[in-house]
């Protein structure tokens, strides 16, 4: 792999965890919303890098697209006052940071154990579409079938 790459996936990958933790921290839901889709937009250009063009374009129609319009229009639907909003209650923050902390050992631990290895490019035609085509409507026509069948049920019952 060479430099340039590597600094482009780096850079990248600062992207996304800087827009994550900005998410996180924003006291604004719309600024939160907007950090989310800088998030989503970055991963489908991390897949573009990695040679998986489709699941960049899936990413951000569906991530970017779909997902991001549900959360606006809940930001939308929501009473945002500051001055409406209930205080919150002393032992509900101690039993949230509780908890977080408590999450953030369990990952720490999770962490520790997992052995890295570098991350090899795949040469070829793996991650396009044709490839996805192939595998679907070959090896997983059956599941593929099912879940299709499973959609139309829930839109028909929706």
């Known amino acids: 792999m060479s430099f340039g790459l590597i600094l482009i996936f780096g850079t990248l990958a600062l992207v996304i965890v800087g827009t994550a933790v900005g998410m996180l921290v924003s006291r604004n839901a719309v600024y939160a919303a907007l950090f989310l889709a800088m998030n989503f937009a970055t991963v489908a250009l991390l897949y573009l890098i990695l040679g998986a063009p489709f699941i960049a374009v899936a990413q951000v129609t569906v991530y970017a697209g779909a997902i991001m319009v549900l ?49 090899q490019l795949m040469e070829g035609d793996v991650g396009l579409i044709k490839q996805l085509g192939r595998a679907l409507f070959n090896d997983y026509v059956v599941p593929f079938e099912l879940s299709s069948v499973l959609f139309l049920s829930a839109m028909i019952g929706a």
């Open 71 to 119: 959360f606006l229009f809940v930001v939308m639907l929501m009473n945002l006052n500051v001055e409406t909003e209930p205080m919150k209650n002393y032992r509900m923050q101690l039993a949230g940071v509780i908890s977080g902390g408590s999450l953030l050992l369990v990952l720490l631990s999770a962490l520790m154990k997992v052995k890295t290895q570098p991350v």
